[in-house]
């Protein structure tokens, strides 16, 4: 175990707010700081892999996630036909010990800002802290930051290290990488938002159709109410060339004809897709984005996390996941070590590789590909499915993403 005892933590996000909880289970003193003066549940759904529920669970949350979530029983993906393409279960119901969850990223992240605060006090997070710079000796860092919307400074604090977990504008990733420019723009925009309609195949399915210029998403984030309707999410996604790189705030609304027309005859029998985007509320725009992998991630007692450290294109079901991955792997390395420095260095090591791997393999659709090569092959449709695609071949990008990205079940459960 270090000796280190304090440490700040940049960014109250669900990566953040995971060490922190982390790191309090180690006994240290930890203070979380956030940009905005209000948390608010934004956002819309997310997945969370069973590894990262695995890591969720050791920490106690396992009640609370069954409160706010799905237990995602299978992923089916289908061609701009509705042609199934290939069917897996998932979490429980595929052997895992642990489940997956489709929860909305907003609950998930105001349950975790709740636990922060009842297990390490109300002021384990300070908000309308936005960073503006920091400097670090041989003892600790200094962190120095001011009200974002007024501008005006709030102090500074000092600790023993410093995590980085401000997300995909990272002032700490800045400062180490100031040339690094905006993320980098996929050429194709997601249209994200939320319906209550009745349950699609199981009540608990998530599926994803079309290909990679024309794409659709939809999985329950709530059970059943009364009357038979859940809270679906949806995801509309289509090719958009040039340049949309400011577009990046969950809070940017949409308008449905810039993406609606594109999907006005996926009707079918098992779900009626122009339905659910007619009948949602509010519509949020935002632009498929990553950047680069770097070389490092720590940097004396200052480190990256989660989407400062490897913003991803959201494929695979992994961005949250992989910043729970990160805190468990950083945990870790703190308590082998007993220099922070080395500690920093270890978790570096154990997890800068692997991300980046995923981020490169997120760039060609990841397990999504599927789609896309029955398009290719069978862009009118097919009558015999492994005429286009062989069971193997299916199984074989299915197992090789899962292996990439951590949650192999074999390896899992032992």
């Known amino acids: 175990m270090i000796k280190s005892k304090n440490a700040m933590i940049i960014?109250?996000?669900?990566?953040?707010?995971?060490?922190?909880?982390?790191?309090?289970?180690?006994?240290?003193?930890?203070?979380?700081?956030?940009?905005?003066?209000?948390?608010?549940?934004?956002?819309?759904?997310?997945?969370?892999?069973?590894?990262?529920?695995?890591?969720?669970?050791?920490?106690?949350?396992?009640?609370?996630?069954?409160?706010?979530?799905?237990?995602?029983?299978?992923?089916?993906?289908?061609?701009?036909?509705?042609?199934?393409?290939?069917?897996?279960?998932?979490?429980?119901?595929?052997?895992?010990?642990?489940?997956?969850?489709?929860?909305?990223?907003?609950?998930?992240?105001?349950?975790?800002?709740?636990?922060?605060?009842?297990?390490?006090?109300?002021?384990?997070?300070?908000?309308?802290?936005?960073?503006?710079g920091f400097e670090q000796g041989a003892d600790g860092v200094t962190a120095y930051f001011a009200n974002r919307r007024s501008g005006q400074p709030v102090g500074h604090h000092t600790a023993d290290f410093m995590i980085g977990a401000d997300g995909i504008h990272s002032v700490v990733r800045k400062t180490y990488y100031p040339d690094e420019g905006l993320p980098k723009y996929g050429g194709r925009i997601l249209w994200r938002g939320t319906t209550e309609a009745a349950?699609?195949?199981?009540?608990?399915?998530?599926?994803?159709?079309?290909?990679?210029?024309?794409?659709?998403?939809?999985?329950?984030?709530?059970?059943?109410?009364?009357?038979?309707?859940?809270?679906?999410?949806?995801?509309?996604?289509?090719?958009?060339?040039?340049?949309?790189?400011?577009?990046?705030?969950?809070?940017?609304?949409?308008?449905?004809?810039?993406?609606?027309?594109?999907?006005?005859?996926?009707?079918?029998?098992?779900?009626?897709?122009?339905?659910?985007?007619?009948?949602?509320?509010?519509?949020?725009?935002?632009?498929?984005?990553?950047?680069?992998?770097?070389?490092?991630?720590?940097?004396?007692?200052?480190?990256?996390?989660?989407?400062a450290a490897h913003p991803m294109y959201p494929i695979g079901s992994n961005g949250a996941s992989q910043a729970i991955l990160d805190s468990d792997a950083l945990s870790r390395s703190l308590r082998e070590h007993d220099d922070v420095e080395a500690a920093l260095k270890h978790y570096e090591e154990a997890r800068l590789e692997k991300t980046a791997s995923i981020v490169l393999s997120n760039r060609k659709n990841g397990p999504e590909i599927v789609m896309q090569i029955v398009e290719e092959r069978a862009p009118n449709g097919f009558t015999d499915l492994h005429s286009v695609i062989s069971r193997e071949e299916l199984e074989e990008i299915s197992s090789r993403y899962k292996k990439l990205a951590g949650f192999d079940k074999e390896t899992l459960n032992a």
């Open 11 to 132: 960014g109250g996000g669900i990566g953040g707010l995971v060490t922190a909880l982390q790191l309090h289970r180690l006994g240290m003193s930890v203070r979380v700081f956030e940009s905005v003066e209000n948390v608010r549940a934004l956002g819309v759904g997310i997945n969370l892999l069973p590894h990262s529920v695995k890591v969720l669970t050791e920490l106690g949350l396992a009640d609370d996630l069954d409160a706010i979530g799905v237990r995602t029983a299978e992923l089916v993906y289908y061609n701009k036909f509705g042609q199934k393409i290939w069917q897996e279960p998932r979490g429980l119901d595929a052997g895992y010990s642990w489940p997956q969850y489709s929860v909305h990223r907003g609950k998930l992240q105001m349950l975790l800002l709740s636990e922060v605060r009842r297990r390490m006090g109300e002021d384990a997070v300070l908000t309308g802290h936005h960073l503006t």
């Open 199 to 307: 349950p699609f195949l199981t009540g608990r399915s998530m599926i994803m159709m079309g290909h990679v210029d024309t794409k659709f998403v939809a999985y329950p984030i709530s059970y059943p109410d009364r009357d038979g309707k859940s809270v679906i999410n949806w995801i509309a996604e289509l090719t958009v060339p040039g340049g949309m790189l400011d577009r990046t705030d969950w809070n940017r609304e949409a308008r449905k004809p810039d993406f609606a027309p594109a999907f006005r005859n996926w009707e079918f029998d098992w779900i009626d897709v122009p339905s659910l985007i007619d009948q949602a509320e509010t519509v949020f725009e935002f632009p498929l984005v990553d950047k680069d992998p770097v070389p490092r991630w720590a940097f004396g007692r200052v480190v990256l996390l989660g989407d």
